[in-house]
């Protein structure tokens, strides 16, 4: 899943693809570089980050899912929590919704039933804004990642929202401190017991800068580690900003894990 962020304040690539032309020559290289989905996101989720309001998102996000559904014929996820951008994004093509908030705002359950289309569900404390101020649990990160998106999932079938439609994410990043991202990752295998495909983003994120020491621009093979830790913990889609190399370390992991190429 190649990351196409259509903001001008998201952490390592805010501006970079403001502009249609811009934004789908990146999602073109992406998909030669062998991403199988493209990620549309048009609100920073980034700790600290402020929010936009629906039409905002929408004036980002429409044109770009349209134009990559249209010229590009490439499968679209739309990084959004709100309902008017899911059921806009639905008419113009997209193929899954991928919501950090996971459903929880309101109008987002029922826009997705409508939308027939699969959703991502992701675990979170807090809001963007103040998610990594001080962030605590009192179970281990790993049960309370999997007993949040147990009962979203259980929610989402009470609605009417069939689980054979749903993915999860566990959310590294969103409010869990250094040490609760390595355990998180380490302990992966109690989220595959849900049964469901584990979608993972950890695509130059803090917890690689704050163990290597190491600015946003030079984290990638921290993050190719991450990924190959990742898929042989279960994960089964890599969200990343540099799809070449990740394809790479994907590929090379799997065929140890299958013992063929």
């Excluded at 279960?234 to 994907?250: E, K, T």
Aim: with cysteine; glycine share 8%; hydrophobic share 45%.
């Amino acid at each position: 899943m190649g990351i196409l962020n259509v903001t001008p304040d998201s952490f390592s690539d805010g501006g970079r693809h403001v502009s249609l032309d811009d934004a789908l020559r990146h999602a073109e290289r992406m998909l030669a570089e062998g991403a199988a989905i493209i990620d549309v996101g048009g609100e920073s989720t980034r700790p600290g980050a402020d929010g936009i309001s629906p039409q905002q998102e929408l004036e980002r996000v429409a044109p770009v899912v349209e134009a990559l559904v249209r010229e590009l014929d490439a499968l679209v996820s739309v990084d959004t929590s709100s309902p008017e951008v899911i059921r806009e994004s639905a008419a113009l093509g997209a193929g899954m919704i991928n919501d950090v908030r996971a459903l929880e705002r309101e109008g987002a359950m029922v826009a997705a039933i409508g939308s027939g289309l699969p959703v991502c569900l992701m675990h979170r404390q807090g809001e963007p804004r103040d998610m990594q101020q001080a962030p605590r649990y009192d179970v281990p990160i790993e049960e309370a990642v999997a007993d949040y998106l147990a009962a979203r999932v259980a929610a989402c079938e009470q609605a009417g929202l069939h689980r054979d439609r749903l993915l999860l994410d566990p959310g590294f990043g969103f409010g869990k401190t250094v040490e609760h991202n390595l355990r998180l990752l380490n302990r992966m295998e109690r989220l595959v017991e849900l049964e469901l495909p584990l979608l993972v983003g950890m695509s130059r994120k803090s917890m690689i800068g704050k163990v290597l020491e190491r600015p946003v621009e030079e984290r990638l093979p921290g993050g190719l580690a991450l990924t190959a830790m990742a898929v042989e913990r279960g994960a089964r889609i890599l969200r990343v900003h540099d799809v070449a190399p990740s394809v790479d370390a994907v590929n090379m992991t799997w065929a140890v894990l299958k013992e063929s190429c």
